[in-house]
């Protein structure tokens, strides 16, 4: 019987699939690479992989980029980690770069069991639920996009108004073909896309709002509650995530590695000095 045909699938509703396979195993590697172009969205329970581990299973989807944006902890104990306490609402990791990352994997290998969350939004699905006008008048608009500069830009949207000149930013089409799954998405989200490149305010905050609603609907967002030794593995170009506030002293450290097409130059954005690990702190 080959390995292909032993690994167990379970569909996740409203996208993705669990997978039951040992990412330690190297020869497992291919299936995991098959798998994640046919979904996008991959999880694995009862994983125990160092970071090493992590980055030659992630090598064989993408490009792992050696930096700490791409690889380390997010974490708000490890004095290594990012992101601390924060609530961080929806985004594509680096969408306000010419190169957001092609994919993201996060390993749970300290969480308190299933007390704290990550939700994921189907940048595909929504496209597909919006009206067909709707979907033909985005084919030409592009969306400015921004980091998140400041407290209301991470936890909700960040605003063009007040945006340092310094800090990044850039214009996407609004509809993108994902270079993992081939297929067609929504690429602009709740935390990033300050506005629609053309149009009037009113009508840019329109469409925002309407894309808006079909993203977040409950029946297009799935809620991951970690556990340890769970891994998640999604492309980063096709879904959305968010997490809440978590409660202060109380861990939660995840392992990352990501891959992307980018380099270290392209991830310098003037990051506030508190959501940066100390060492990288000027």
Not at 84 to 90: K, M, P
Request: charged share 25%; with cysteine.
């Amino acid at each position: 019987m080959s390995a292909h045909s032993v690994v167990g699938l379970t569909l996740i509703e409203p996208f993705g699939v669990e997978v039951d396979l040992d990412l330690r195993d190297e020869s497992n590697d291919a299936r995991v690479a098959e798998l994640f172009k046919e979904y996008g969205f991959l999880l694995f329970r009862e994983q125990d992989l160092t970071q090493e581990q992590q980055k030659r299973v992630m090598s064989k989807l993408g490009p792992v980029l050696e930096d700490f944006t791409t690889v380390g902890y997010v974490s708000n104990t490890r004095k290594d980690g990012v992101l601390g306490d924060s609530e961080v609402s929806f985004h594509l990791d680096f969408l306000y770069t010419p190169v957001p990352l092609l994919g993201i994997s996060l390993h749970g290998i300290e969480v308190p069991y299933e007390e704290t969350w990550t939700r994921f939004a189907s940048g595909r699905l929504a496209l597909e639920a919006l009206p067909p006008a709707t979907r033909e008048r985005l084919r030409s608009l592009k969306g400015l996009n921004l980091f998140s500069a400041s407290e209301e830009g991470l936890t909700g949207r960040q605003r063009l108004e007040g945006y340092p000149d310094n800090a990044p930013r850039a214009e996407h089409p609004l509809i993108h073909r994902d270079p993992i799954t081939g297929q067609e998405v929504l690429f602009a989200t709740q935390q990033n896309t300050a506005l629609i490149v053309g149009l009037s305010e009113d009508d840019s905050e329109e469409l925002i709002a309407e894309m808006h609603a079909h993203l977040y609907a409950d029946s297009n967002i799935y809620e991951h509650r970690w556990r340890n030794g769970d891994i998640v593995i999604w492309s980063n170009q096709a879904l959305h995530h968010a997490r809440g506030g978590l409660v202060p002293g109380k861990t939660r450290t995840l392992q990352r590695v990501c891959i992307t097409e980018g380099q270290s130059s392209d991830y310098r954005p003037p990051i506030p000095a508190d959501r940066l690990p100390p060492q990288m702190r000027m």
